[in-house]
């Protein structure tokens, strides 16, 4: 074997090998002591709020074996602020900090732009000019990628920059490498998990403490742990942003909130969750995705579910996320940590910039390039999404009744007609003289619990609408 370097940069080594009259490139890492000099990397700061300052904060405290491990210095010389008499836990020096966005994105000396801003009206603006100048960009914005990811990644493409968004999903979980780099030989039939921290928060809570919802959100928001608009949590939208991320990344398909379902955490009582604890089960917010690859179905969803207290994924508790990766060659992978917090994502960005630092001194893109965009779309090549309507599973629910003779008995008439059939039923006496009845069915499907439900709200002896949360069982989702 003859062996050719025809290539050095820092950090590595590119080098030809020949043996029996073929020829292989290979890329090698070099010891960084052996190398003479560091290459510096500029990066800019786009906002400076908690996930910023935590980049900050960790890169100073953990320079020293970053540089070693990265082959390279690294320099935040520019930050972006809209308000620059903030007062704000991380110093910086005067001369790096300014409410002028054209220091980081219009600058030909910063290599790395961090979008750490959030939102979708000026992060995208920027974002979009900055990859339009062939930039590199690092991001946690998960609303901006599930909502522009697919133009974003375009823009990338076409003019030669690169998007990270690893902290994006799961905070300090490495999921989007592990399903793009570490089970790249796999193919996903199912991804669930836990991807919002403040939920599952409140829902431990309400376990652990018998405390009400009300109760327990209150003390999430005194910690700090709910967003500012709070329906991102309470409503699901946040954990259903990641959900539609993790679908494109796993079957290369971008799907759109108004086509999945997306539910939160508002109508989960303590009645709930003492009921599925009888039957052995927590109830938690969990997104799913699901291919049918017989049919070349996809399905994405994100709603409360009865999960059962033997699978890993229920034992997730407090501000943790959990996510469990099925794949065809190796099995099931779960993944559990911090989902949010300054010190888990700036973990995340700094990976990314990580990534992006080995990309610019040579090392191939550990993102889809140009040339493997076809292959990668074939992921896709005529991947529909499931109806909603013919989801199959088993459902539970909880309806308010006033206490009068029959009421079961018509209860139950009305969920025959819909081909419905109980598996459990619990009654609870209330002391106003009403009484609430929670049942769990056989396997059924999404149509069939609408028209049930319907048709329950309108009988005189059914107070409000009946709530439904769906059983989760991970050997039956296709």
């Known amino acids: 074997m003859a062996l050719s370097i025809i290539g050095a940069h820092i950090g590595y080594l590119r080098y030809v090998s020949t043996h029996g009259g073929g020829r292989r490139e290979h890329l090698i890492y070099k010891n960084l002591r052996n190398m003479s000099e560091k290459r510096t990397i500029r990066i800019g700061l786009l906002g400076f709020g908690v996930v910023g300052q935590g980049v900050w904060k960790n890169i100073e405290k953990n320079r020293i074996a970053l540089e070693y491990r990265l082959g390279a210095q690294l320099d935040i010389t520019e930050v972006v602020v809209k308000n620059l008499g903030r007062e704000r836990e991380v110093v910086i020096p005067p001369k790096s900090i300014s409410d002028d966005a054209r220091r980081v994105v219009d600058n030909p000396d910063i290599d790395i732009v961090c979008e750490l801003m959030g939102g979708k009206g000026e992060a995208l603006e920027l974002t979009r000019r900055a990859l339009e100048q062939g930039k590199i960009v690092v991001t946690a914005n998960k609303a901006l990628i599930c909502e522009h990811g697919e133009e974003l990644f375009e823009i990338a493409r076409q003019k030669g920059g690169h998007y990270f968004y690893e902290a994006s999903v799961a905070g300090g979980i490495p999921i989007i490498k592990t399903i793009r780099e570490a089970l790249v030989a796999n193919r996903f039939k199912l991804i669930f998990g836990i991807l919002n921290g403040t939920s599952n928060y409140i829902l431990t809570r309400m376990e652990r403490e018998g405390l009400s919802f009300e109760a327990t959100l209150g003390d999430a928001r005194k910690l700090g742990y709910v967003e500012a608009d709070e329906a991102l949590d309470l409503d699901g939208i946040d954990a259903a942003h990641k959900a539609v991320i993790l679908a494109y990344l796993a079957h290369g398909k971008w799907v759109r909130l108004d086509e999945i379902i997306c539910e939160g955490i508002r109508e989960i ?19 799913v995705i699901a291919r049918d690859f017989e049919a070349n179905k996809l399905s994405v969803r994100l709603h409360p579910a009865l999960i059962s207290k033997k699978e890993v994924i229920a034992g997730v508790d ?7 990766v099925t794949g065809d060659v190796v099995g099931t992978t779960v993944l559990i940590g911090r989902g949010a917090g300054q010190d888990a994502t700036s973990s995340s960005v700094i990976s990314d910039i990580a990534d992006a630092v080995f990309m610019l001194q040579g090392a191939p893109a550990p993102v889809i390039s140009e040339e493997d965009e076809a292959t990668y779309q074939k992921l896709a090549d005529g991947l ?23 009421v079961l008995a018509k209860i139950s008439e009305i969920m025959a007609k819909g081909h419905i059939s109980f598996a459990t039923v619990n009654q609870k006496e209330l002391e106003d003289g009403t009484a609430k009845i929670m049942v769990t069915t056989h396997i059924t499907d999404e149509a069939s619990v609408m028209q049930v439900k319907t048709a329950l709200s309108e009988q005189s002896a059914v107070i409000g609408r009946p709530v439904s949360f769906r059983i989760f069982d991970p050997n039956t989702q296709a």
Request: hydrophobic residues 35%.
């Open 269 to 287: 009582t303590g009645e709930d969750i003492e009921i599925a604890a009888q039957l052995g089960y927590k109830i938690k917010l969990l997104a």
């Open 318 to 324: 407090e501000v943790y996320n959990g996510v469990s």
């Open 384 to 406: 529909e999404l499931a109806d909603k309507a013919s989801l199959k599973g088993r459902y539970y629910f909880r309806i308010h009744v006033r206490d009068e003779e029959g």
